[in-house]
Structure formats: structure tokens, C-alpha cells
């Protein structure tokens, strides 16, 4: 068992939505259901959670409990689909979504106060 405290979903993307808010959106306006930034946010926690294909991304976020999909932005009964998510991902420049989230992820290690040891493992 650990003792450190649990982390909420407010608390573990703080700050990754207004990263993301300066993505450009490729896809047309016509049509959009779900904003470019809830689905990245969305498709980055279940990355950091292990999931890695766009089908298991998708799957993490059809099952997550209500209060989740709330604080990410995602209406309980309206969840992005499979489809979907791969062609946002696939349409999103990746070079422009890894500088981003990179810059995210280094800010966060700065203004995390020191408990102790911690530590943001990223694989590239």
C-alpha cells in the first residue's frame, strides 16, 4: 500500500487543456461534436494509463466512471467514438502535439512541489 494521497483527474491534467488549447483543429467546423482539446486530454490520460491503441484508447474512455468523463470535458452519455479519435489523432500534426505536451510535461516538473522523490517517465 502507498501512502501517498490519491491524484484526481483535475489534478493529474492540470494545466494540459490550456496547453493544448493552441492546437489547430484540421477538421472542418462543420459537424464537430467533440472539441479538439477534451479528446487530446482525454487520449493523453489513457496513454499515461497504458493504453496505447487507438481502439484501447477509445475503450478507456467509454469506460471511464461519469465524474471522469465530467472533469475531462466529455458529457457521460456522449462519448467520442473509436473512429473518431483515430482520425482527430492521425489528422493532428505530431511534431506540433509532441512539442506541446512536452512543454506540458517539463512545466509540471517545476511546479510540482518536492514530496520526496518524484518523477514523469516518458516514452518517446
Known amino acids: 500500500m502507498s501512502d501517498a494521497p490519491a491524484v484526481t483527474v483535475p489534478e493529474a491534467v492540470a494545466g494540459l487543456p490550456a496547453a493544448l488549447a493552441g492546437l489547430p483543429d ?3 467546423r462543420r459537424g464537430v461534436r467533440h472539441r479538439l482539446v477534451v479528446v487530446v486530454t482525454a487520449a493523453v490520460c489513457a496513454v499515461v494509463a497504458g493504453y496505447r491503441s487507438y481502439t484501447a484508447i477509445a475503450e478507456w474512455i467509454a ?3 461519469a465524474a ?3 472533469a475531462l470535458g466529455i458529457a457521460p452519455d456522449r462519448r467520442p467514438s473509436e473512429a473518431m479519435v483515430r482520425r482527430l489523432l492521425q489528422a493532428v500534426d505530431p511534431d506540433l502535439l509532441s512539442a506541446v505536451i512536452s512543454g506540458w510535461l517539463a512545466r509540471r516538473t517545476v511546479a510540482t512541489p518536492s514530496a520526496g522523490r518524484r ?5 518517446a
Open 63 to 65: 469506460d471511464v466512471p
Open 68 to 70: 471522469t468523463a465530467l
Open 119 to 123: 518523477a514523469i517517465a516518458v516514452d
Open 26 to 28: 484540421p477538421r472542418a
